[in-house]
């Protein structure tokens, strides 16, 4: 599953440009949801140094991203920037701004868990019907 995640207010507290302290849980849960086989995009509206020093606290964490603000790893390739969309896709995204407010890491764990949980039975119900058809 992909999940976009954002920075300032989810993985760290508020006080943006600076970096603010760790949201309890924050950085376990994406290192676990990663070892999980998850593709992580950092999506944040950071950039240049500040971007930079946002990559750097994660991954002195041991924390890092499949991708930073797009769907693409680094190093890329496209034919054309005008091509390329500036829209992160996900299956889920988890910023603090999201209604209701940010849950906390254990809840996200769960509803991530949970959703691709239900993806894979789908997949197997799909898989079953499909099957029943060949006969």
Not at 51 to 73: H, I, M, Q, T
Not at 108 to 129: D, M, P
Request: charged share 30%.
């Amino acid at each position: 599953m992909t999940i976009a995640v954002d920075f300032d207010g989810t993985i760290v507290e508020h006080k943006y440009p600076k970096i603010g302290k760790e949201i309890p849980f924050a950085i376990d849960t994406l290192r676990t949801l990663s070892q999980e086989g998850h593709k992580l995009i950092l999506w944040t509206s950071r950039d240049g140094e500040l971007l930079d020093e946002a990559l750097a606290f994660c991954k002195e964490r041991g924390l890092e991203f499949y991708a930073v603000n797009s769907n693409y790893p680094p190093g890329a390739l496209f034919s054309t920037q005008a091509g390329r969309s500036c829209k992160v896709v996900a299956d889920v995204y988890i910023d603090d701004r999201n209604v209701g407010g940010l849950p906390d890491w254990g809840t996200i764990h769960e509803i991530v868990t949970g959703i691709r949980e239900e993806k894979h039975k789908e997949r197997r119900r799909r898989r079953g019907l499909k099957s029943l058809f060949r006969k």
